[in-house]
């Protein structure tokens, strides 16, 4: 974890927006990982930015429901592996709160399944742990401000190999996945399939000819159709169906 440890927020370019509570408000960010140095170096990444504010730590997911309660968060970076309570399970339970603070998960490409069942269960996304510390605010900053983590470079990769379908035949989960989105309109369906690539609102603006606030009312209305909690979960349900 040396690429987090080693460097302060200060050594990366700052181009802050608003956090959670509205212009001028910085992002709460609650850390949970059972690692001291990992916490640290997180915290000094996170702390040298104007715009983003670590308001706790928790060492164990068994402390994130007193922590979340305390800090009130906008976004919990959320490792895996912890000894007593794993942070997927601590994701589940923060997410299935209502109005819960969105989770990043911290992982490591030798965990792909857990980080599907981590997606599933609502988390906005997932970082890996040796991500610099540029694109770790950056990720930050999106899921504060309601975009997904996905990017079209590791993340599309990670997802295509833990949604990869099993043998030839019958799959429930891309048989669902499928009927699910048989019942969006031709346009609802583009936009789905653009989540799926890991486009942003404003890519997906510039593909499909509509303005940013357009796109943003499609992926409302996934969400609401689809009984999805965000946007990673449409992408994950898109990869189901073998459509990215």
């Known amino acids: 974890m040396a690429t987090l440890a080693g460097m302060t927020g200060r050594e990366y370019d700052d181009d802050g927006g608003p956090g959670q509570g509205g212009p001028g408000e910085p992002v709460r960010v609650l850390i949970v990982d059972d690692d001291a140095l990992v916490r640290a170096g997180l915290s000094m990444i996170l702390g040298g930015v104007p715009d983003l504010r670590v308001v706790g730590e928790a060492a164990d997911g068994d402390q994130v429901p007193a922590a979340v309660a305390a800090c009130a968060p906008d976004v919990v970076l959320m490792d895996i592996r912890m000894p007593r309570v794993d942070g997927l399970a601590a994701t589940e339970a923060l997410r299935a709160q209502p109005r819960p603070p969105e989770v990043l998960v911290l992982t490591t490409f030798d965990a792909d399944d857990q980080v599907l069942r981590a997606l599933r269960a609502g988390a906005a996304g997932f970082l890996l742990k ?9 990720a930050v900053r999106r899921v504060a401000a309601g975009e997904a983590t ?3 470079t590791v993340t599309r990769q990670l997802i295509r190999h833990v949604t990869a379908f099993g043998p030839a035949g019958f799959d429930p ?8 989105l048989a019942g ?4 609802e369906r583009e ?9 942003t609102n404003a890519e997906i603006s510039v593909e499909l000819f509509m303005s940013v606030a357009t796109v943003k009312a499609y992926v409302s209305r996934l969400l609401t159709k689809l009984d999805l909690n965000n946007r990673v979960q449409v992408a994950i349900l898109v990869h189901d169906a073998g459509l990215a």
Do not use: C, F, K, N
Not at 173 to 180: C, D, G, I, S, V
């Open 130 to 138: 040796d991500t610099p510390p540029a694109e770790i605010v950056r």
């Open 150 to 152: 996905l990017s079209p």
């Open 173 to 180: 989960r891309r048989e669902r996945a499928l009927r699910l």
């Open 184 to 187: 969006l309109s031709e346009r």
């Open 191 to 199: 936009v789905a399939v653009a989540l799926g690539q890991g486009r």
